[in-house]
């Protein structure tokens, strides 16, 4: 038997902290490699899969979470037991469909943020490197207002939100209500961000994963 068929390919090892790669099996990094985020012991094709699914979830509900805020303020546009006017609703449409748009948007800048670390540690000070330091430090320095924007998108959102799934729970007794209400926002905001971002990252594993097991053969 082999020395490559004594142990099986650690596809998503990290080249650093990771005994495989420093030949090291115990002290610091053997309980390093125990992390779940430092090595996962999974074939690319499980992460493809989860990967995969979680990613068209998150899209998916980024763009029913607009639909949500679509709705939520054509309600306020037009409330219940006024008389709607035809002519008003072709811009009324475009104005529920910039505001929806925007602040979901907002969100996504929220979560795929640029940082200095990003900036340190991926743009070297090669020749063409340095043309991309410079673009990203002009980016950078919007940060504030990125967030800024950020946080009224999450504001706006959870009014939209609130007022859809309010729709839906009329009649209902109040700890139901908010009870529904809290279940739905939080199933909403977590898949459409924290999901989604995490779902490409398994992806991206995936890949990773593939380059590695040909760059091994």
């Keep these: ?35 779940p985020d430092q090595t996962v012991h999974l074939p690319p094709i499980a992460l493809f899969a989860l990967g995969g699914v979680g990613s068209v979830a998150g899209l998916l509900t980024n763009v029913w979470q607009m639909v ?33 748009f925007s602040f979901q948007l907002a969100l996504a800048f929220l979560v795929f943020r640029l940082d200095h ?9 090669e020749h063409s490197g340095r ?30 939100d609130y007022t859809f799934i309010s729709l839906y729970t009329a009649g209902t007794d109040t700890g139901t209500a908010i009870f529904l209400i809290f279940i739905y ?3 909403l905001y977590a898949l459409s961000t924290i999901g989604f971002v995490r779902s490409l990252e398994y992806v991206w594993s995936g890949f990773a994963g593939v380059a590695r097991q040909m760059a091994t053969k």
């Design 1 to 35: 038997m082999t020395a490559q068929q004594q142990a099986p390919k650690d596809y998503t090892q990290r080249f650093k902290g990771s005994s495989a790669a420093t030949g090291q099996s115990s002290g610091k990094n053997s309980m390093a490699d125990k992390l």
């Design 68 to 100: 949500t805020t679509f709705v939520a303020f054509w309600v306020l546009f037009s409330p219940k037991g006024r008389a709607i006017d035809f002519q008003k609703q072709p811009v009324l449409i475009i104005i529920c469909v910039m505001i929806s």
């Design 117 to 125: 670390a990003w900036k340190r540690n991926k743009v070297e000070t």
């Design 131 to 160: 043309a991309a330091r410079a673009a990203v430090v002009e980016v950078v320095q919007q940060t504030d207002l990125i967030l800024l924007w950020s946080l009224l998108g999450f504001v706006v959102d959870t009014v939209g």
């Design 185 to 187: 926002a939080v199933a």
